[in-house]
């Protein structure tokens, strides 16, 4: 069955303007490909979290919200949606690129505006950062997103070097504080994701940047980032998280079937306790306010993160 969606869209026209340069059939059967691998691996971790306790299925949940909007965005494309012509700046010979417009898929960044946070959340929780700092890093990687194109990219560049600092140097310095498992795990995922993201700037200069490919091959280059970046990633982390407890990472979820006595229901009985921002102090009573309960020695004090 011939694939007519380029067709039945418009033929690359959009507003009365049509692109020179835009990707073919052979384009878009790609971004379908690309779509179904999405779909499918937000089935399999949709599935795969039955497999865990509700108060575990915290980065199964942010996962699978990557795929499933990245399947979106990939739907969009191969139907030759979500894409608008823009005049290139670098006008080429080649038969593959030559013209005057060439369509730019502004439904990837919308994606990425998305999924990126995601991706982030990922990876710093499973290093337990603290929040202040997770939601600063994520603005700035919205920053990185947004100004990363055309006189911006120089404010996106500074962005995403912010970005990888703290991927590779705080977050890497407070998984290895959690034990080796986790300070495994994230070294694993977080390398994966910084090299993958290296590579995005080069994808960018080399097609709707510098107009030196084709946007069929646009289309693969981007693709093959993507499913690294975000199913294959997914894998990697939630294999590393088969034996981690969230708590361990400083998430307590409560689940409507746990017991209130043990989440913290009688921390007003205890006596000689304070809590300032999260963090509970015991007077030497073997007990902890918050989510968790921690023997202490007296007059030392023990961290609870409650989330």
Do not use: C
């Not at 199964?60 to 823009?86: C, E, K, N, R, W």
């Not at 417009?101 to 505006?113: G, L, M, N, P, S």
């Amino acid at each position: 069955m011939t694939n007519g969606a380029i067709h039945a869209n418009g033929d690359h026209v959009v507003n009365g303007g049509r692109s020179d340069i835009a990707i073919t059939t052979h384009g878009s059967d790609w971004y379908y490909a690309v779509t179904a691998i999405m779909f499918v691996s937000t089935l399999a971790i949709v599935g795969h979290s039955f497999t865990k306790p509700r108060s575990h299925r915290v980065f199964h949940y942010i996962t699978a919200a990557i795929t499933l909007v990245a399947s979106i965005a990939y739907f969009t494309m191969g139907s030759d949606l979500g894409q608008t012509p823009i005049g290139v700046e670098f006008i080429r010979t080649n038969s593959k690129v030559s013209g005057l417009y060439r369509e730019i898929f502004y439904v990837r960044y919308i994606d990425w505006v998305i999924t990126t946070p995601l991706l982030l959340m990922d990876l710093l929780l499973t290093a337990g950062l603290p929040w202040p700092t997770i939601l600063y890093t994520i603005l700035i990687d919205e920053v990185m997103i947004i100004t990363g194109l055309w006189g911006y990219f120089t404010f996106g560049f500074v962005a995403f070097l912010w970005v990888a600092w703290t991927v590779t140097w705080t977050a890497r310095k407070h998984a290895f504080a959690l034990g080796p498992d986790i300070s495994r795990t994230y070294l694993i995922v977080g390398v994966w994701t910084i090299f993958l993201w290296f590579l995005y700037p080069i994808a960018w200069g080399l097609s709707e940047g510098g107009n030196v490919i084709a946007p069929d091959s646009e289309a693969v280059f981007y693709g093959i980032l993507d499913i690294l970046a975000k199913p294959v990633f997914g894998a990697l982390l939630l294999w590393g998280h088969r034996n981690i407890d969230p708590a361990r990472l400083g998430l307590h979820v409560r689940d409507y079937g746990d017991d209130p006595a043990h989440i913290g229901a009688t921390h007003s009985a205890h006596h000689g306790e304070k809590s300032h921002n999260g963090l509970s102090t015991t007077a030497g009573d073997g007990t902890t306010t918050g989510t968790t309960t921690t023997a202490t020695a007296p007059g030392t004090t023990a961290p609870t993160l409650n989330v």
